[in-house]
């Protein structure tokens, strides 16, 4: 197909972005859509070639293949290679195995399915993971062998027939994407054929200008990029992605392919030498900027300075340059390419490198390839400090799904209720002397409040089923004559955010304390007319940054264990302490802040034992550690009512 210099200028749009957001540059909220971007691109490029190679009977799906692999193959293996002894000198032994299961994932090209599986909640931070991009190659594989197999299917190309197949699978996949988010928003994310119909726009695009001189459109090429910049300034982490509002980016991509012909302006803008210049190394660009900005935040104790991340980001746009020339171009077909010029040497090349990764990373997954820094005893038993605290079992994350898993005996006495920090106090309990007998009812970001719940401005299915999960709790404990104390725990999210009640209306995010207090009124009256004795646990003091991962490195790296302990009145949240204080009146609160704060100073590491595994949850060993020493059911007998 004839070089469109624009185009190339089309992705420095997608690729800045992109860079910027995840550099922590918060102008660019909804840089992430460059991604969708580069999807619709590679969509249009790749289906030019295949539809246009078919019409002159060239086409080949060997050659296809072999573009493809000197194209991805060898910059992504230089990009891996490096991260390797990066990963293995910094990370902790829980995240390094993420890294070498994702490194292998990556290498086979189905890293979005290791993201989706290892998503949600309780997942590893997604700026602390140096291969989390990777999901975007896979995705964009994955169709690359599909659909070369789907064009040969549909036969002789004909606009009309190709319109309307593509066209009505881009719609089941739009519908997908619409349902999946308001159903599995983590999962959806990374689904391949929630992403698909972004790709088949770029298709749809080809079929159109297939063997057409199309003529520039200054209105709609300037529309075009208006719907993208649009979306990289006013989009941000709460639009849910993908679904119906995608649809902005990537019709704004469709109208500058389509309409941003040379004499507009865009391509005017586009198709200058920085832009087309930054154009051609962004797949190198974006390929090293995830690794070099995580690696950043991995190794630093603290949030690394936006001036730190901005130059990163420079960087890996320098080694970018460096990439291209050395690395892409020598593979590449045409003048420059010296290096694997014969194709069964290159697919010779491209299983072994394939098959290399994925050994490294499964092997060393198997096998514990840790840095010695963590893998002493001593630094392991830190280390376990940041497994995740899903209390009795990991089914317990929602125990909705798994009643009989989340209870230590057939006659519990009592009942742990509530979200995430409701499973981290369940170890503590368990360190008592006696431990009681209980039952635990959870679901992650539940509140345990009846009536009401946190959501978005959207009612998600989340939310529904939180709704759902405290009513049949309530109706459970009705029946438990055993269950004498009932603990309720959460650190109340629904403060400051827009709440959904059970009859279907949401309410604004606002100063709603006083309908919350009122709801905990109806709920711990309800607990108590059933005879139960009920109290709350108030949440951890928190900074709001990740003081276990701080605690675990501070060790590893300065032999520090107070490095991460934080001022007291630093950790003071307004609202929250309005809402608790107010809640004291209602029900017995115990604060945990009093046990690990000294009313100054708040100790992270206490006795050798890391209190966080995260920002706010107690690790299972401090769980333990401050149960034991504070005797959380003792606690709980003598104050309850």
């Not at 991604?35 to 539809?51: K, R």
């Not at 840790?370 to 929602?398: E, T």
């Not at 802040?593 to 209190?611: A, H, K, N, P, S």
């Given at each position: 197909?004839?070089?469109?210099?624009?185009?190339?200028?089309?992705?420095?749009?997608?690729?800045?972005?992109?860079?910027?957001?995840?550099?922590?540059?918060?102008?660019?909220?909804?840089?992430?859509?460059?991604?969708?971007?580069?999807?619709?691109?590679?969509?249009?490029?790749?289906?030019?070639?295949?539809?246009?190679?078919?019409?002159?009977?060239?086409?080949?799906?060997?050659?296809?293949?072999?573009?493809?692999?000197?194209?991805?193959?060898?910059?992504?293996?230089?990009?891996?290679?490096?991260?390797?002894?990066?990963?293995?000198?910094?990370?902790?032994?829980?995240?390094?195995?993420?890294?070498?299961?994702?490194?292998?994932?990556?290498?086979?090209?189905?890293?979005?399915?290791?993201?989706?599986?290892?998503?949600?909640?309780?997942?590893?931070?997604?700026?602390?993971?140096?291969?989390?991009?990777?999901?975007?190659?896979?995705?964009?594989?994955?169709?690359?062998?599909?659909?070369?197999?789907?064009?040969?299917?549909?036969?002789?190309?004909?606009?009309?027939?190709?319109?309307?197949?593509?066209?009505?699978?881009?719609?089941?996949?739009?519908?997908?994407?619409?349902?999946?988010?308001?159903?599995?928003?983590?999962?959806?994310?990374?689904?391949?054929?929630?992403?698909?119909?972004?790709?088949?726009?770029?298709?749809?695009?080809?079929?159109?200008?297939?063997?057409?001189?199309l003529r520039g459109n200054q209105i709609l090429s300037l529309i075009g990029m208006g719907l993208i910049l649009w979306?990289?300034?006013?989009?941000?982490?709460?639009?849910?992605?993908?679904?119906?509002?995608?649809?902005?980016?990537?019709?704004?991509?469709?109208?500058?392919?389509?309409?941003?012909?040379?004499?507009?302006?865009?391509?005017?803008?586009?198709?200058?030498?920085?832009?087309?210049?930054?154009?051609?190394?962004?797949?190198?660009?974006?390929?090293?900027?995830?690794?070099?900005?995580?690696?950043?935040?991995?190794?630093?104790?603290?949030?690394?300075?936006?001036?730190?991340?901005?130059?990163?980001?420079?960087?890996?746009?320098?080694?970018?340059?460096?990439?291209?020339?050395?690395?892409?171009?020598?593979?590449?077909?045409?003048?420059?390419?010296?290096?694997?010029?014969?194709?069964?040497?290159?697919?010779?090349?491209?299983?072994?490198?394939?098959?290399?990764?994925?050994?490294?990373?499964?092997?060393?997954?198997?096998?514990?390839?840790?840095?010695?820094?963590?893998?002493?005893?001593?630094?392991?038993?830190?280390?376990?400090?940041?497994?995740?605290?899903?209390?009795?079992?990991?089914?317990?994350?929602?125990?909705?799904?798994?009643?009989?898993?989340?209870?230590?005996?057939?006659?519990?006495?009592?009942?742990?209720?509530?979200?995430?920090?409701?499973?981290?106090?369940?170890?503590?309990?368990?360190?008592?002397?006696?431990?009681?007998?209980?039952?635990?009812?959870?679901?992650?970001?539940?509140?345990?409040?009846?009536?009401?719940?946190?959501?978005?401005?959207?009612?998600?299915?989340?939310?529904l089923h939180c709704l759902n999960f405290n009513a049949r709790t309530l109706d459970w404990l009705a029946g438990q004559?055993?269950?004498?104390?009932?603990?309720?725990?959460?650190?109340?999210?629904?403060?400051?955010?827009?709440?959904?009640?059970?009859?279907?209306?949401?309410?604004?995010?606002?100063?709603?304390?006083?309908?919350?207090?009122?709801?905990?009124?109806?709920?711990?009256?309800?607990i108590r007319a059933l005879g139960k004795k009920v109290i709350v646990f108030a949440p951890t003091p928190s900074l709001?940054?990740?003081?276990?991962?701080?605690?675990?490195?501070?060790?590893?790296?300065?032999?520090?264990?107070?490095?991460?302990?934080?001022?007291?009145?630093?950790?003071?949240?307004?609202?929250?302490?309005?809402?608790?204080?107010?809640?004291?009146?209602?029900?017995?609160?115990?604060?945990?802040?009093?046990?690990?704060?000294?009313?100054?100073?708040?100790?992270?590491?206490?006795?050798?034992?890391?209190?966080?595994?995260?920002?706010?949850?107690?690790?299972?060993?401090?769980?333990?550690?401050?149960?034991?020493?504070?005797?959380?059911?003792?606690?709980?007998?003598?104050?309850?009512?």
């Amino acid at each position: 197909m004839k070089y469109r210099a624009e185009i190339d200028g089309l992705r420095t749009v997608a690729v800045v972005p992109v860079v910027l957001f995840h550099a922590g540059w918060d102008v660019f909220s909804g840089g992430y859509v460059g991604v969708d971007v580069f999807f619709v691109i590679s969509g249009f490029l790749i289906t030019s070639i295949i539809i246009g190679e078919r019409a002159e009977g060239r086409f080949s799906i060997l050659r296809f293949y072999e573009r493809r692999a000197r194209r991805i193959l060898p910059a992504l293996f230089v990009v891996l290679a490096a991260t390797l002894p990066f990963a293995w000198a910094w990370m902790p032994p829980d995240a390094f195995e993420d890294f070498l299961r994702s490194l292998a994932f990556a290498a086979l090209f189905i890293s979005n399915v290791h993201f989706w599986e290892y998503s949600g909640y309780f997942a590893q931070a997604s700026e602390m993971r140096p291969l989390l991009h990777t999901w975007s190659l896979a995705v964009e594989e994955q169709y690359y062998v599909f659909f070369p197999l789907l064009m040969a299917a549909l036969g002789a190309f004909s606009r009309r027939k190709h319109i309307a197949v593509i066209g009505v699978l881009a719609f089941l996949s739009l519908a997908l994407s619409e349902w999946g988010w308001r159903n599995y928003p983590e999962e959806n994310f990374f689904f391949t054929f929630s992403r698909m119909w972004e790709l088949f726009a770029g298709s749809l695009c080809a079929f159109i200008a297939f063997r057409r001189e199309l003529r520039g459109n200054q209105i709609l090429s300037l529309i075009g990029m208006g719907l993208i910049l649009w979306s990289v300034f006013a989009y941000d982490a709460s639009v849910p992605f993908p679904s119906v509002y995608t649809l902005v980016p990537v019709i704004g991509t469709a109208l500058v392919l389509l309409f941003a012909q040379q004499g507009t302006a865009v391509a005017w803008v586009l198709s200058r030498k920085l832009p087309v210049a930054i154009g051609l190394i962004s797949y190198s660009a974006y390929l090293w900027h995830q690794p070099l900005l995580a690696f950043a935040r991995i190794r630093s104790l603290h949030e690394p300075s936006l001036w730190l991340m901005s130059g990163l980001a420079l960087a890996s746009f320098a080694l970018a340059a460096l990439t291209w020339h050395y690395v892409e171009q020598p593979f590449r077909s045409g003048p420059h390419r010296m290096l694997l010029p014969a194709r069964p040497a290159l697919f010779g090349a491209s299983l072994a490198g394939i098959a290399a990764f994925a050994a490294i990373g499964m092997a060393g997954k198997s096998t514990d390839w840790s840095n010695a820094a963590f893998a002493s005893p001593m630094m392991r038993a830190y280390g376990q400090s940041l497994r995740i605290n899903h209390g009795l079992n990991d089914a317990c994350a929602d125990s909705f799904k798994a009643p009989e898993a989340c209870r230590t005996g057939d006659a519990p006495e009592l009942l742990i209720w509530g979200d995430s920090y409701a499973m981290h106090l369940v170890p503590g309990f368990l360190a008592s002397d006696p431990a009681p007998v209980l039952k635990q009812s959870t679901i992650y970001s539940c509140s345990p409040v009846l009536g009401v719940t946190a959501t978005t401005d959207r009612a998600t299915e989340h939310a529904l089923h939180c709704l759902n999960f405290n009513a049949r709790t309530l109706d459970w404990l009705a029946g438990q004559d055993s269950v004498t104390h009932v603990v309720l725990s959460s650190p109340f999210h629904l403060v400051g955010t827009n709440l959904l009640t059970s009859e279907g209306k949401i309410i604004p995010a606002g100063d709603n304390t006083d309908l919350l207090i009122a709801a905990m009124q109806n709920t711990v009256t309800a607990i108590r007319a059933l005879g139960k004795k009920v109290i709350v646990f108030a949440p951890t003091p928190s900074l709001g940054t990740d003081l276990g991962t701080c605690a675990v490195k501070a060790i590893a790296y300065l032999n520090d264990e107070a490095y991460c302990d934080f001022d007291q009145a630093s950790a003071r949240n307004a609202a929250l302490e309005t809402f608790f204080d107010r809640l004291a009146q209602v029900v017995p609160v115990v604060t945990l802040e009093d046990m690990i704060c000294d009313g100054t100073r708040c100790d992270v590491v206490q006795d050798g034992v890391v209190l966080y595994r995260d920002a706010g949850h107690l690790s299972i060993p401090g769980s333990r550690w401050l149960g034991a020493r504070h005797d959380f059911w003792g606690l709980t007998r003598n104050r309850a009512e």
